[in-house]
Nanobody
């Protein structure tokens, strides 16, 4: 079983930066892909970014391209989301997600989320 814990959220002014972290722990087999999602108040959960477990093939959705960066920083069981030039519309609960290949079965895990508020 894999547990995910996010950190790094908080209140920031427009134009500011935050760095979210997501650390996996527990009995970990082979992690495959990391994702960050966000859910703004009253809205559905949206994909923000993905990256392969080795750090390859980062992908960012259009609203955050050029402002956010997803990376693993060569850490075997972690993913990060560097968020720059934050806007009020980035306010959301951010959750990380990972898939794991264990005994031939692809499993998925979610973190509990970390809140990001962008406001002056």
């Amino acid at each position: 079983q894999v547990q995910l814990v996010e950190s790094g959220g908080g209140l920031v002014q427009p134009g500011g930066s935050l760095r979210l972290s997501c650390i996996a722990s527990g009995t970990i087999s082979r992690l495959k892909e990391w994702r960050w999602y966000r859910r703004a108040p009253g809205k559905q959960r949206d994909l923000v970014a993905t990256v392969k477990a080795g750090g390859d093939h980062p992908y960012l959705v259009n609203p955050v391209k050029g402002r956010f960066t997803i990376s693993t920083d060569n850490a075997p069981n972690a993913v990060y989301l560097q968020m720059n030039s934050l806007r009020p519309e980035d306010t959301a609960d951010y959750s990380c997600y990972v898939t794991e290949l264990r005994d031939g079965v692809l499993r998925e895990y979610w973190g509990q989320g970390t809140q990001v508020i962008v406001s002056s």
